[in-house]
Nanobody
Framework: VQLQASGGGLVQPGESLRLSCTAS????????AGWYRQAPGKEREWVAR???????DYDDAVKGRFTISRDNARKTMWLQMNSLKPEDTAAYLC?????????WGQGTQVTVSS
């Protein structure tokens, strides 16, 4: 499975972005998929995850503002990010667990600044 993340950009506080993560293999094989983010000088932090059955979970910092979704037929996962804040600025990386193996996409940069 290879993952390709896209959709990052520069936005102002309060605006929205939608990130996409497209798999070259079978996204349906991924029991759990999700997103991490990493800001300069900080550790990578988990953002959200979604199971094969569609159950979702979010870090408290993004709960109520971000929504994760997936479409196995389209081999794609999304992260809808609303009400963005400057502290959301980071490189966002998607991941997927297939069995016990974690696959990672490259980061897509999100910058929230006025």
């Amino acid at each position: 499975v290879q993952l390709q993340a896209s959709g990052g950009g520069l936005v102002q506080p309060g605006e929205s972005l939608r990130l996409s993560c497209t798999a070259s293999g079978r996204m349906s094989s991924a029991k759990v998929a999700g997103w991490y983010r990493q800001a300069p000088g900080k550790e990578r932090e988990w953002v959200a995850r979604i199971t094969a059955g569609g159950s979702t979970d979010y870090d408290d910092a993004v709960k109520g503002r971000f929504t994760i979704s997936r479409d196995n037929a389209r081999k794609t996962m999304w992260l809808q990010m609303n009400s963005l804040k400057p502290e959301d600025t980071a490189a966002y990386l998607c991941y997927a667990f297939v069995g016990t193996i974690a696959y990672w996409g490259q980061g897509t940069q999100v910058t929230v600044s006025s």
